[in-house]
């Protein structure tokens, strides 16, 4: 599989987020080669931020109007960040059978806890993890997003300073 080529795509999405301000994370769904579902983050810039608009998120709901006899096992989920444990467990329970990400979460991201103590709605899935893909690119948006004076959404967080010491 062509990881990079469809990480490109999320990091368009992801792009356009950041030139809206927005946290800059996208999302794209692949089946059988063809992006079937995508999304981008969004409503960060509102005074109080929604933590449910997350681009996996929008590109999970809209999978749900995608050909129902599509084989999610199949499918391949690119976020330009670590999922958070909330997108974590969304990917999860939609049986898509390989997450692939730039970006690690160092605050927030889901991907390292122990699926094996789990439920077996989340640990027998069978999951297949890949990080690091286009690692750079994707760091470089949140380094541009968090040296932007004017945006407060994470700005004194854990994963900020992370960001900003990554090189």
């Not at 939609?94 to 991907?111: N, P, R």
């Not at 541009?144 to 900020?160: C, G, N, Q, V």
Request: aromatic share 8%; proline share 3%.
């Amino acid at each position: 599989m062509h990881h990079e080529r469809y990480m490109e795509q999320a990091l368009a999405l992801a792009r356009q987020a950041l030139d809206k301000d927005e946290f800059p994370v996208g999302c794209v769904i692949v089946s059988d080669g063809e992006i079937v579902a995508q999304g981008e983050r969004v409503h960060t810039r509102q005074s109080l931020p929604s933590e449910l608009d997350h681009a996996e998120i929008l590109a999970l709901r809209q999978l749900e109007r995608v050909d129902a006899a599509l084989d999610r096992r199949r499918m391949v989920l690119y976020a330009t960040l670590e999922p958070c444990l909330m997108c974590f467990g969304a990917i999860l329970i939609s049986g898509i059978g390989t997450l692939v990400y730039a970006y690690e979460d160092a605050m927030g991201g889901g991907t390292a806890c122990d699926r094996s103590r789990l439920p077996s709605l989340y640990s027998g899935n069978g999951l297949h993890i890949v990080s690091g893909i286009c690692r750079k690119e994707s760091l470089a948006l949140f380094q541009t997003f968090y040296r932007k004076p004017h945006i407060d959404y994470w700005k004194d967080s854990e994963l900020a300073r992370y960001t900003l010491t990554q090189t």
